[in-house]
């Protein structure tokens, strides 16, 4: 067992992927001699040169448009967007190509493509560099789309979404970088997409992923002060949603709050609170409670930590929800 | 006029050249402060607009270490420094006129200078208390732009109102108006900007691309962006092109100038590349040292857009060590007013988000917003119930 890093998660898992299979590439602005503006792809482009590694003009719509056509060619394109709000150049390549190619030519072309996204916000950064844009992602037919929360589902995930032969849109929760997890690499991960209760409780259930599920970590202890006991269930894959541990938890708990950075409208949580209420209606002890970012553009900085959910604003919730 | 309808002067100079080989860069002074002659360019002004000149190259330059220093300190969330391109964008940001519109990167701060705006706003948004404090309309200065490129677009665009407006081609200096659009090397391989310069040409739109090519874009160098030297790619769009020594201020004023007055006559953009150098990291967040060599940094310390200047004024006699005392006093107390101003500036209030949103808000984030005013005052009212980042 050896404590590595977010960050090295995901760098471990990208060398051990490319380790196993010559067709995978990187591609992304910065990857190579610098390893990344967060290092994730450090030290891969000396190990594995820079055909296998590939700094990129500076253009994303470019960037996507190329794995494609690596793609079809038999490759494994991993692609790095250096921030959450850069992703939109390429939002076309993404929606109207990537995630359509597969149907349009009836299963003949496959997709292999992971598109690697620091997102969401918490560090100081200016605009754009904070966003939470999966959304958008998961409203796209053709497109999965999961999101690591730990060193050890960031070393893990990593390689069963390049192993996909289906396009997977991989967040990477960037306040989180920097924070530590043992990995025991004996241990089987569990499948891609699946969500996984990280811990238990029987008054509420909260549902996160990403950068939140630290949050809702934090704020189920700090329920437990109070007497209250919440489950945590970390969602990990958001398209396709696995709604069968969600559904166990909350026919056990009767409430059920979902947490995550960005705008509650039409976010994540929107989709899964009507999920909830078609299948778990009679065990409903309340409405499911959705906490996110406010319906307005990212805020400057020195009122980011406003913006975002915390731990009290989970809190709130789970009263609310308890209150009911 | 040529028949290509490109003008005269510059396409006809600036033509296609090799790939390979030195660049080809319009100097009107040498690093040693020496003037000299070129065919097309002068440098039309007189010694005191030099040492005006010399007065925006020290204070934008004291501007920018401040900011580095604060950011050090935690004050700044973060700093773009313009490091070794002060002469590229004072030399362009003088040639602007009032009635003429910028469009900047985030690094433009020595153009901010220019345009009036008070380096407190330039601080404001790295921050993180507001995206920019300034009036882009009143002040004619976009705010930054921080997606890639995006702003040659609404350059060009821009530009394109004016021709509607009537305000090209008049000969009323006072009326004529032109756009720059300022971007970085890295930024000429996106569609956007490719883009930008279909449509500019095709509508012979009044705005001047101005590259600033600092020979990096984080860590990729500008082999990474282009095998032809920039300035060269322009023809093929169909507008001229030219390159000039971007640390030599006087070059990149006269060029620019020449540049600004061909749109205001309405003969359509130029694309002008300042070539030049990023002397520090690509921000604060950066380490340089990951991904090239020192010795680049001497050949460029040795071309300094400042000292060139300095050099000149000395041994002309146009300026002498009180006035060069009296620069760097102006600048410490620059520092200064900037420090207390930065340590000072006010924190946005979270519900006011909620204000900028829409020309009409809506009623549902109006609910919303009533919603987090209603939970900020649960902690006043009760206070400690829970620990966090509110109280
Ligand atoms: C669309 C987009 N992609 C990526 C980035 C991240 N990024 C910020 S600056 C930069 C390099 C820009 O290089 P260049 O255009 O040469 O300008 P310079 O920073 O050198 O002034 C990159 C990749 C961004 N801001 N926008
Ligand atoms: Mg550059």
């Known amino acids: 067992m050896t404590a590595i890093t977010l960050a090295k998660g995901v760098n471990l898992g990208l060398r051990a992927a490319m380790d196993a299979d010559p067709k995978v590439l990187i591609m992304g602005e910065d990857v190579g ?48 967007i250096q921030f959450d709000g850069f992703v939109y150049p390429a939002y076309d390549q993404i929606v109207s190509q990537v995630a359509k190619f597969h149907f349009r030519s009836r299963g003949l072309v496959k997709m292999p493509i992971v598109i690697r996204i620091p997102f969401g916000g918490g560090i100081g950064a200016v605009e754009h560099h904070s966003e939470s844009p999966e959304a958008y992602f998961a409203h796209t037919a053709g497109l999965k789309v999961v999101a690591c929360s730990n060193p050890i589902d960031g070393y893990w995930m990593i390689q069963q979404a390049i192993a996909s032969d289906d396009p997977i849109v991989f967040f990477e929760p960037k306040r989180r970088y920097w924070e530590k997890g043992d990995l025991d690499e004996s241990a089987p991960p569990d499948d891609l997409f699946s969500s996984r209760v990280v811990q238990e409780g029987t008054d509420a259930t909260v549902l996160a992923y990403g950068p939140m599920v630290k949050t809702a970590l934090e704020a189920a202890i700090a329920a437990a002060d109070e007497g209250t006991s919440v489950e945590v269930i970390d969602l990990r894959t958001l398209s ?85 | 006029m040529s028949d290509s309808g490109l003008g005269p002067d510059l396409s006809d100079v600036f033509g296609l050249s090799s790939a390979g080989g030195e660049p080809e860069l319009i100097q009107l002074l040498t690093p040693e402060g020496e003037r000299v002659d070129h065919p097309e360019f002068s440098f039309d002004l007189d010694d005191e607009a030099i040492k005006g000149f010399y007065r925006d190259l020290v204070l934008t330059r004291r501007i920018d270490t401040e900011a580095t220093a604060l950011q050090r300190q935690g004050e700044l969330g973060i700093w773009a420094s313009l490091l070794g391109q002060e002469a590229a964008q004072i030399g362009s940001g003088r040639a602007l006129r009032d009635q003429d519109f910028a469009f900047p990167t985030y690094r433009e701060h020595a153009v901010a200078w220019c345009r009036g705006i008070d380096p407190l706003h330039l601080l404001g948004l ?40 009537g305000v090209i081609g008049t000969g009323d200096p006072d009326r004529d108006a032109a756009v720059i659009a300022y971007f970085g090397d890295g930024a000429t391989s996106q569609g956007d900007v490719n883009e930008a310069f279909i449509w500019a040409s095709v509508f012979t739109a009044p705005v001047v691309f101005f590259c600033q090519n600092n020979q990096w874009a984080i860590s990729e160098p500008i082999e990474r962006q282009s095998k032809i030297p920039l300035y060269q790619r322009a023809l093929g769009f169909g507008f001229p092109g030219l390159r000039v020594d971007g640390n030599d201020v006087l070059a990149v004023y ?19 590349e300042a070539y030049t150098y990023r002397m520090g990291a690509h921000t604060t967040s950066d380490d340089p040292t990951r991904y090239r060599v020192s010795e680049e940094l001497e050949h460029w310390k040795a071309r300094d857009p400042i000292e060139r200047v300095k050099a000149y004024l000395t041994r002309n006699g146009a300026a002498d060590e009180d006035y060069y005392a009296a620069i760097e006093e102006e600048a410490e107390e620059l520092a200064v007013r900037l420090r207390k101003g930065c340590l000072e500036l006010p924190d946005p209030s979270p519900l006011g988000i909620f204000d900028q949103v829409y020309e009409e808000t809506t009623p549902e984030l109006q609910i919303q917003r009533e919603q987090f005013a209603a939970y900020l005052s649960s902690f006043e009212a009760a206070p400690g119930t829970h620990q966090g980042a509110l109280s």
Not at chain 2, 255 to 260: D, E, G, P, S
Request: hydrophobic share 40%.
């Open chain 2, 254 to 272: 006269a060029v620019t100038q020449a540049a600004l007055q061909r749109a205001r006559e309405g003969s359509g953009p130029t694309f002008v």
């Open chain 1, 33 to 80: 001699k610098l390893g990344g503006v967060f290092r994730v792809t450090d030290g891969l482009q000396k190990d594995f040169g820079e055909d296998r590694v590939i700094d990129t003009p500076l253009a994303e719509s470019g960037i996507l448009g190329t794995a494609v056509g690596l793609a079809m060619r038999g490759y494994r394109p991993v692609c790095e």
């Open chain 1, 240 to 324: 396709p949603l696995d709604m069968t541990p969600i559904h166990a938890s909350v026919r056990k708990t009767g409430r059920a709050v979902v947490v995550h950075e960005a705008p509650v409208t039409l976010g994540l949580g929107s989709e899964i609170a009507a999920r909830i209420s078609e299948e778990c209606f009679y065990s409903l002890e309340a409405p499911v409670l959705r906490v996110g970012g406010f319906d307005t553009p990212y805020p400057p900085s020195r009122i980011e930590e406003e913006y975002l959910p915390d731990l009290d604003r989970v809190l709130d919730a789970v009263d609310r929800s308890l209150a009911y």
């Open chain 2, 126 to 165: 790295f921050r993180g208390v507001d995206m920019g404090g300034w009036d882009p309309l009143a002040d004619k200065f976009n705010l930054y732009t921080i997606v890639i490129g995006a702003q040659t677009l609404h350059a060009t665009g821009y530009a394109m109102g004016l021709q509607r407006d």
